[in-house]
């Protein structure tokens, strides 16, 4: 599966911005999509995750109840709304696939496809 992300930018604390993940080239629905984020001088993170077929969702503590990740029927596409934002969310922002065979991981090294990462700044 090939995917692109895009939506990142530049906004103060407290605003929100919409990042999605294109995806192509393979059956979709065997997939767990997620997002991670890696901050300067950080390893990469897990943000949040969803299930492609039944829309079930999982985020880091982090951002629970600020972020939401959603994907849209008919649609290749997943979406990641970030509200309430943080200095502390600055971040390249990378969407990812695993095959749902292999149960959901947060772990960045058990996802085997990502995409480019979409930088977010957060600032004071």
């Known amino acids: 599966v090939q995917l692109q992300a895009s939506g990142g930018g530049w906004v103060q604390a407290g605003g929100s911005l919409r990042l999605s993940c294109a995806a192509s080239?393979?059956?979709?629905?065997?997939?767990?999509m997620g997002w991670f984020r890696q901050a300067p001088g950080k390893e990469r993170e897990f943000v949040a995750a969803i299930t492609w077929t039944t829309r079930s969702t999982y985020y880091a503590d982090s951002v629970k109840g600020r972020f939401s990740i959603s994907r849209e029927s008919g649609e290749t596409t997943v979406n990641l709304q970030m509200n309430s934002l943080k200095p502390e969310d600055t971040a390249v922002y990378y969407c990812?696939?695993?095959?749902?065979?292999?149960?959901?991981?947060?772990?960045?090294?058990?996802?085997?496809?990502w995409g480019r990462g979409t930088l977010v700044t957060v600032s004071s």
């Open positions: 080239g393979d059956t979709f629905s065997k997939y767990f």
């Open positions: 990812a696939a695993r095959l749902r065979i292999y149960g959901l991981t947060r772990q960045p090294s058990g996802f085997g496809s």
